[in-house]
C-alpha cells in the first residue's frame, strides 16, 4: 500500500521524527534467514559497487539509494523501506547520517539495524557529531586504532574489518608474473591529507 510522500512532526526540539502512521508501516519482521535485503546508501564510490557484490555473492539483495539530491534523501529513504522493506541499512563512511542525527533516531524509530563501515578516519567524519551513535548501529573501521575513539563516542558494537580486494578483479596469476615479496602493499599513508584537514579544522 503506498501511503503517499512521508510527513514529520516536530518532537524533541528540533529533530524531526515520523509520523505513526510512516512508522508502523517501516515496523515488520527483519533478518528472518541468513540472508535477506540490503538498503544502500550510494554515492557513486567504487567501494559501494565492490561491497554491494560483495553482498550478492552471499545471497543478499541489494537495494540502491541515491544519496543526491540531498533535499529529497529522507522522504526517498521513507518510501523505499516502505516500499521494498529490506532487512538492514549498509553505508560507507557514515555517508547520508546528518550532523543533527535525524536519519539515525527514524532507523531507531523503525527499529532497523545499519551498517556504517569507515574505510577513512571516523575522527575527520564525525567530528563532535555525537548524535549518530546508536544501539542499532555496527560500525567496523578499516583501522584497528579507530577503535577506542569509536566506543568514546557511543559507538559500542564496532569492530576492525580491514580493506581487501575482489577476487573476481584482483586474482593471482603466477604463470606469467613473478612475484619478489609474498605481500604486496599499493596505498598511501595520507599523512600529508591528515595533516593539512587537521590544519583546516583547527586540530594540531
Known sequence: MMLGTPKFHQMD??????????RDACRYPR???G????????????????????????DWQVIP??????NTFIERFLMT???????????????????AGVLTRMLEEMEMPFISWFVDS???ILLDHKLNSSSMAVVPVWERSYLTFLKRFGFNNCFHLPLAS??????????????KYKTTFVGDSMVNSS????????MH
Open 31 to 33: 533478518l528472518k534467514s
Open 65 to 70: 539509494l541515491r544519496l543526491k539530491p540531498l
Open 81 to 99: 523501506v516502505v516500499v521494498n522493506k529490506p532487512d538492514i541499512l549498509f553505508t560507507v563512511n557514515h555517508l547520508g547520517f546528518d550532523t
Open 122 to 124: 571516523p575522527e575527520f
Open 166 to 179: 575482489n577476487p573476481k578483479v584482483f586474482k593471482k596469476n603466477y604463470k606469467t608474473i613473478n612475484y
Open 35 to 58: 540472508s535477506g535485503t540490503v538498503l544502500m546508501i550510494d554515492a557513486g564510490y567504487f567501494i559501494q559497487r565492490e561491497c554491494a557484490d560483495g553482498f550478492e555473492q552471499n
Open 195 to 202: 595533516a593539512e584537514w587537521r590544519k583546516r579544522c583547527g
Open 13 to 22: 526540539g528540533n529533530i524531526e521524527r515520523l509520523t505513526p502512521r510512516i
